[in-house]
């Protein structure tokens, strides 16, 4: 598809929407609709295409080489019967409701990691699903569409659907394992972080999570995964004995404790393994036993197969999430997650 027939369709998409339905921008009645409202809708999403298109490539500054240009999103033409056919849930809209969501449908990027060159719409996205070869990948998808015909039924705009749909890319599957872990094992919003007990933004990060855990209380289980840095020489050290610590149930308190420490060493680990009250004869032989030792690559290794590289990393429900961001990040995900389950 090119740059001017993108621009065209979605004009014309536009205008359609202005002499059939009446709807304005998505979000006003039919009384209230016009076609400018329309019209900006449009001229909108035409400058998001054109700015994506235009882009030039980044050159890496900082070392790290050449960076890889961010995939191109192209909208898509499905109708609302051949995406009923995906999401029978849309056949059960309203004709404005379901306007709204075929729009978002075909407009707004899938929950599924992109193919190559290319990112897909929601739509592209369920009907390429069933021929992938890693289905996980694309598991997600099903429930995004759900959620768009939901929000279009509600009478949603264009950003909210935006902004509950289109979350950061990609999904991944959940796969914590026997890691350390806090909330009820049925919580319907997992949170798992990949952490280096030597990244001061993984400290950074504490504040975040821990406002989450406040604000939902028993909604959200918080899964740690060590992923220690080769840059940090204390990061595996640690890791190995905050995990000798957690086979005595105190994982939490060795953990928190390392994040407050100013400064890692031999002696350091020591001491808080007798601040927090442990056997410290047992943690000594459990910290360097082969069980724990396989404990901390086994997470490295899911690290490195979700290509996770850098800390903190979180999967909110899968979302993947980087960095330090503050609690507003983490509770737009959450929200949407928890309306879709009623």
């Given amino acids: 598809m090119s740059q001017?027939?993108?621009?065209?369709?979605?004009?014309?998409?536009?205008?359609?929407?202005?002499?059939?339905?009446?709807?304005?921008?998505?979000?006003?009645?039919?009384?209230?609709a016009t076609l400018e409202a329309q019209a900006a809708l449009a001229k909108k999403?035409?400058?998001?295409?054109?700015?994506?298109?235009?882009?030039?490539?980044?050159?890496?500054?900082?070392?790290?080489?050449?960076?890889?240009e961010k995939p191109v999103f192209e909208p898509t033409s499905y109708t609302a019967d051949e995406l009923a056919a995906l999401v029978p849930e849309l056949g059960e809209l309203g004709d404005e409701a379901k306007v709204r969501a075929t729009y978002a449908l075909n407009n707004i990027a899938g929950s599924c990691v992109p193919c190559m060159d290319q990112q897909y719409s929601i739509g592209k996205?369920?009907?390429?699903?069933?021929?992938?070869?890693?289905?996980?990948?694309?598991?997600?998808?099903?429930?995004?569409?759900?959620?768009?015909?939901?929000?279009?039924?509600?009478?949603?705009?264009?950003?909210?659907?935006?902004?509950?749909?289109?979350?950061?890319?990609?999904w991944l599957p959940i796969d914590p394992g026997n890691a350390p872990s806090k909330g009820?094992?049925?919580?319907?919003?997992?949170?798992?972080?990949?952490?280096?007990?030597?990244?001061?933004?993984?400290?950074?990060?504490?504040?975040?999570?821990?406002?989450?855990?406040?604000?939902?209380?028993?909604?959200?289980?918080?899964?740690?995964?060590?992923?220690?840095?080769?840059?940090?020489?204390?990061?595996?050290?640690?890791?190995?004995?905050?995990?000798?610590?957690?086979?005595?149930?105190k994982f939490w308190e060795y953990h928190d404790a390392l994040f407050e420490s100013q400064g890692l060493d031999e002696d350091k680990l020591v001491a808080i393994a007798k601040q927090v009250g442990l056997n410290v004869a047992r943690w000594e032989t459990d910290r360097t036993s082969t069980e724990v030792d396989a404990a901390v690559a086994a997470d490295a290794a899911r690290a490195e197969k979700w290509k996770i590289t850098s800390?903190?990393?979180?999967?909110?429900?899968?979302?993947?999430?980087?960095?330090?961001?503050?609690?507003?990040f983490f509770e737009r995900i959450i929200d949407a997650e928890l309306a879709d389950r009623g």
């Fill in 4 to 32: 001017n027939s993108t621009i065209f369709g979605l004009l014309a998409f536009a205008l359609l929407l202005a002499a059939g339905t009446g709807w304005g921008g998505y979000t006003a009645g039919k009384r209230e």
């Fill in 45 to 68: 999403d035409v400058e998001i295409a054109e700015a994506k298109v235009a882009a030039p490539a980044r050159g890496g500054g900082d070392g790290e080489g050449a960076k890889k």
């Fill in 125 to 170: 996205c369920l009907e390429r699903a069933p021929k992938l070869l890693d289905k996980a990948l694309c598991a997600n998808v099903p429930k995004i569409a759900r959620r768009v015909v939901r929000l279009a039924k509600q009478e949603k705009s264009p950003d909210d659907i935006r902004s509950a749909a289109e979350f950061s890319q990609p």
């Fill in 184 to 249: 009820p094992a049925d919580a319907p919003i997992v949170i798992v972080e990949y952490s280096d007990f030597q990244c001061p933004y993984c400290k950074k990060a504490l504040p975040s999570i821990k406002a989450i855990k406040e604000k939902y209380g028993d909604k959200v289980r918080v899964v740690f995964m060590n992923q220690p840095l080769a840059m940090h020489k204390m990061a595996r050290p640690a890791a190995l004995a905050a995990l000798a610590a957690d086979k005595q149930g």
């Fill in 311 to 328: 800390t903190p990393t979180f999967l909110v429900n899968g979302y993947k999430v980087k960095g330090a961001q503050p609690p507003e």
